[in-house]
């Protein structure tokens, strides 16, 4: 009778090891059950939000642009500040290989129609400033352009990838949708498009 104590204290010890062990998974449970309710709660509240397609309104985002590229002097602005014009909303990103191949297209495109009231404007997506700046000097890019680090205007174009571009007509109402780089001829034939109808 005198080993039941001693038994009873070694299950008590080991009960006292177990027991934080316990403890610790059910953290790590419940930590990962939070993480899919909340996964699952944005998907939700994320759900009734489309790409914005062809014939809608462009959705409206503000923007402040990189030092020497801003638009008209202002430093900052919202896509709706542009209604009046049309804007040719391009994404891309200076780690991006099919960036580089369209870089000269805009440029040149930009320079070919700012006086027909065609406003290019570049957002770069999740970019590190200094490479975005390298970017834009080493292909001589002059229009306006500005960061998109927290993906403001990126979520809201749910773009798939980079470069993309959306056309916007003069009343805020996208007009064509490029996924992929431009060339040249797309370029002037949807903005020749854009500007006779």
């Known amino acids: 009778m005198s080993e039941l104590p001693e038994q009873l204290e070694l299950n008590e010890a080991e009960s006292a090891e177990i027991k934080?062990?316990?403890?610790?998974?059910?953290?790590?449970?419940?930590?990962?059950?939070?993480?899919?309710?909340?996964?699952?709660?944005?998907?939700?509240?994320?759900?009734?939000?489309?790409?914005?397609?062809?014939?809608?309104?462009?959705?409206?985002?503000?923007?402040?642009?990189?030092?020497g590229y801003e638009w008209e002097d202002y430093q900052a602005a919202n896509l709706s500040d542009l209604e009046g014009k049309i804007v040719v909303l391009n994404f891309w990103a200076s780690w991006c290989g099919p960036c580089e191949d369209e870089a000269g297209v805009l440029e040149n495109g930009w320079q070919a129609?700012?006086?027909?009231?065609?406003?290019?404007?570049?957002?770069?997506?999740?970019?590190?400033?200094?490479?975005?700046?390298?970017?834009?000097?080493?292909?001589?890019?002059?229009?306006?352009?500005?960061?998109?680090?927290?993906?403001?205007?990126?979520?809201?174009?749910r773009i798939t990838g980079v470069p993309e571009t959306f056309f916007i007509d003069k009343d805020g109402t996208i007009a064509y949708v490029q996924p992929g780089p431009l060339t040249t001829s797309q370029l002037n034939s949807i903005l020749q498009e854009i500007l006779n109808s």
């Open 20 to 67: 934080p062990r316990r403890k610790w998974w059910v953290y790590v449970v419940w930590a990962g059950v939070a993480a899919l309710i909340l996964f699952l709660g944005y998907g939700l509240l994320n759900a009734n939000e489309t790409r914005p397609e062809v014939g809608k309104q462009a959705p409206d985002f503000a923007m402040t642009f990189f030092d």
């Open 113 to 157: 129609w700012r006086d027909d009231d065609v406003v290019l404007l570049g957002i770069a997506y999740s970019d590190i400033d200094s490479d975005a700046l390298d970017f834009m000097e080493r292909f001589g890019i002059t229009y306006p352009n500005a960061p998109d680090l927290r993906l403001d205007a990126s979520d809201k174009y």
